[in-house]
């Protein structure tokens, strides 16, 4: 998809930056939490792609909040009122004319999303609320709220962190993380907006309690939580879903608090059942032309009995998240992780040759080597996973390369003509468990 253009609409005299993706037949308006950048999300490959998935079924709409992103500035000794942050989720719906549409929030935005669904029941059919809470203090009938006494604790913790990237960790304790994940992050975290008003907006955050509003909430509600979240106890998500009419809890694994990660076609699925009434899942019988690629690190066992287990999985996280940056970059599709490598498929095979060819350059930082592997052929669709043939050819020819090699099959080969990669000829090769000879090339170094 292409990049939206950003436009303002006017509340009062603030000027709200918004945009708007996809054209599915309902509207989902992303109400926002303390700190966005509608531009700058652009940059973050996690944030990039689950915003096009969420686009292919809806019209996403989202917005900065005046004091964030690219919205007007605000004063920092005078942050907005939650009437203004509702006021702000109107007048997008009015500026892209939208009558009726669902709303979605994570986090600090639930509670404002929360109050905009009981103000505003005719403009809203849906809420999803992520990670969310009705209040994040402790209260006597709130035993899981966080306790008074670490609230200006926590504020100063996480401006003292902004635009360094080290928060966004400290939310997802799963999250691939390497030093050029976290400059990625902390430029976001700089374009949303700055360390004072973090704290400014963060305290709003802090001091909301929309317990009293729930019950007046009229519209389908889905609420999503991580079952081990450190920062936002699953209790949090359990009341809502309890005080919520009819409201449906899902309860996702893992100890994240933003579904961008290793989860984020599970609970994209989940909001695109909600929002369509059908999962994202395709058939069976569904079938694709790609470039299946597989990669694999050389000699894992060896490194991990050198290192020790603690160690290993340190570089098997640096590794994963190398990968999945250059995923990202040439537009490559995650299916799934396998021993210690990737199943990953591209819609091109000379982008999926660079995928390989960046993957074993920078993993060499690491001190290890990977091999790869690629076939071009038509796949079967299950879901999340590939299967077929074309899956089963490229995992043999990922077998038969050398440390540092990519390897590909003559088909990819022959799809590349004229883009100035060149080959070295391999010879013909019976892979096991595929019938006939397959003659192999590998990418000349």
Aim: with cysteine; aromatic share 8%; proline share 5%.
């Amino acid at each position: 998809m292409n990049i939206p253009e950003t436009k303002f609409a006017m509340n009062g005299d603030l000027a709200v930056a918004y945009t708007a993706i996809g054209d599915g037949p309902r509207d989902l308006l992303w109400i926002p939490n303390f700190a966005t950048n509608v531009e700058a999300l652009w940059d973050l490959p996690e944030l990039k792609r689950w915003t096009e998935y969420i686009g292919t079924f809806t019209r996403l709409i989202f917005f900065d909040q005046p004091g964030t992103g690219i919205s007007d500035p605000i004063s920092p000794d005078a942050p907005p009122t939650l009437e203004q942050w509702i006021d702000s989720a109107r007048v997008v719906l009015d500026a892209v004319g939208s009558e009726q549409a669902a709303i979605i929030a994570v986090d600090g935005g639930v509670g404002c999303a929360a109050l905009f669904a009981a103000t505003y029941p005719s403009r809203v059919d849906g809420f999803v609320a992520m990670e969310g809470y009705a209040r994040i203090g402790w209260d006597e009938d709130y035993p899981f709220g966080m306790f008074p006494e670490v609230k200006d604790q926590i504020i100063d913790s996480i401006a003292s962190m902004w635009g360094t990237g080290e928060f966004q960790h400290a939310l997802n304790w799963d999250m691939p993380w390497s030093e050029e994940i976290r400059q990625r992050w902390a430029r976001y975290e700089r374009q949303a907006t700055s360390p004072r008003m973090v704290r400014q907006l963060f305290s709003i955050v802090v001091d909301l309690d929309v317990r009293n509003i729930l019950p007046l909430i009229q519209c389908p509600t889905l609420v999503m939580h991580h079952e081990a979240d450190q920062m936002i106890p699953l209790d949090h998500g359990r009341y809502l879903a309890e005080n919520i009419r009819d409201a449906r809890l899902v309860v996702l694994p893992g100890p994240n608090t933003y579904p961008l990660f290793d989860d984020w076609r599970q609970a994209a699925d989940e909001i695109r059942e909600f929002i369509t009434g059908t999962r994202g899942e395709s058939t069976d019988d569904d079938r694709m032309l790609a470039t299946v690629l597989f990669t694999d690190i050389v000699d894992s066992t060896k490194h991990a009995s050198q290192i020790g287990d603690r160690a290993w999985r340190d570089l098997l996280d640096s590794h994963d998240a190398i990968v999945r940056t250059q995923l990202d970059r040439f537009r490559g599709r995650e299916v799934k992780t396998v021993g210690d490598g990737f199943l990953a498929t591209f819609d091109g095979p000379q982008r999926a040759i660079k995928c390989a060819l960046a993957v074993r350059e920078t993993v060499r930082s690491l001190g290890i080597e990977v091999r790869a592997g690629l076939h071009t052929g038509e796949c079967e669709m299950r879901g999340n996973d590939v299967g077929g043939i074309a899956v089963h050819i490229g995992a043999r020819v990922a077998a038969e390369a050398a440390p540092s090699e990519v390897l590909v099959s003559s088909t990819v080969k022959d799809l590349v003509v004229g883009s100035g990669i060149a080959f070295e000829d391999r010879g013909s090769k019976q892979l096991k468990g595929v019938p006939d000879e397959w003659r192999l090339y590998a990418v000349a170094r």
